[in-house]
């Protein structure tokens, strides 16, 4: 291997720890969320998790190409019936967040 191309390698493996980390950070962003709105709403999380639905470019308000990451979790209002909603988040912040119509409240948005 030349000296180029080790460089070239480091600067691969920095950009994919980088993207990784955002991607882990972006998670965790959602699990927090998700968690405080299903107790808010009185709903029980199941699997204790979200989990990655998508990820696609769009545009931001103001016209910016964004990556928008969807994670879909499971939850139950009865600790029966199994019921999945999503969060969407854009920057890693929560750009929308979706449960069953008679379920659904207001995220708190921070």
Partial sequence: MTVSE??????????????WYRIMESRERANLVVAATCRKAGLQL?????SFGGLR????????LVLERTYNFDY??????????????RRGHVHSIGLAPEDSVQPEIR
């Fill in 6 to 19: 080790i460089g070239f390698l480091g600067i691969l493996i920095i950009f994919g720890a980088g993207g």
């Fill in 46 to 50: 199941l699997d204790g998790t979200v």
């Fill in 57 to 64: 470019i769009t545009r931001d308000h103001q016209g910016h």
């Fill in 76 to 89: 139950s209002a009865d600790g029966f019936a199994r019921k999945q909603g999503f969060i969407i988040l």
